[in-house]
């Protein structure tokens, strides 16, 4: 009863980026090392290598394609459930007139927010859907973070 898939879709992890990007990351990340160095900021050197292989790792070993479900018992990402009870609330985030993100706000210390990828198609379908299981959350909107993630394919 309660495993029962009301809705579900997924989306490409894929951020598509050219070798353009990749060489100017690198440029910019090889430019602060050496400028840590320079100006005797060893710490700032060390963070600054220690976050790009951090970042470097993650995007190697995230799952290409993201499976999303919802039942009546929780919200499922590939192998990880959200029971609705850990989730305080749930927005749809707009970038004009175009769906983005649903962001669930969580009940949990360190992660407070996970953003999942939607469209227009999805948001319609999540209006009827998650209200019976979780409130909403209106007053979120794309933030200038969310727009530089966006834009520098992070």
Sequence with gaps: MGNEVLYGWSFSNDKN????????????????????FLSRQYPLSFLIILITWVYFFVENNSE????????QLWIKLNNSFY?????GSYTIIYN????????????????????????NEIAIILKEVLP???KEDEKWELSL???????LKL
């Design 17 to 36: 980026r050219g070798s353009l990007w990749y060489i100017i990351a690198l440029s910019v990340v090889i430019w602060l090392v050496i400028w840590g």
């Design 64 to 71: 290409d394609i993201i499976n999303i479900s919802l039942t």
């Design 83 to 87: 029971d609705y009870s850990k989730i």
């Design 96 to 119: 004009w007139e175009q769906a983005v993100i649903l962001r669930l706000a969580l009940v949990k210390k360190w992660l407070k927010y996970l953003d999942i990828k939607i469209n």
């Design 132 to 134: 019976n299981y979780i």
């Design 145 to 151: 973070t969310d727009k530089l993630i966006q834009i």
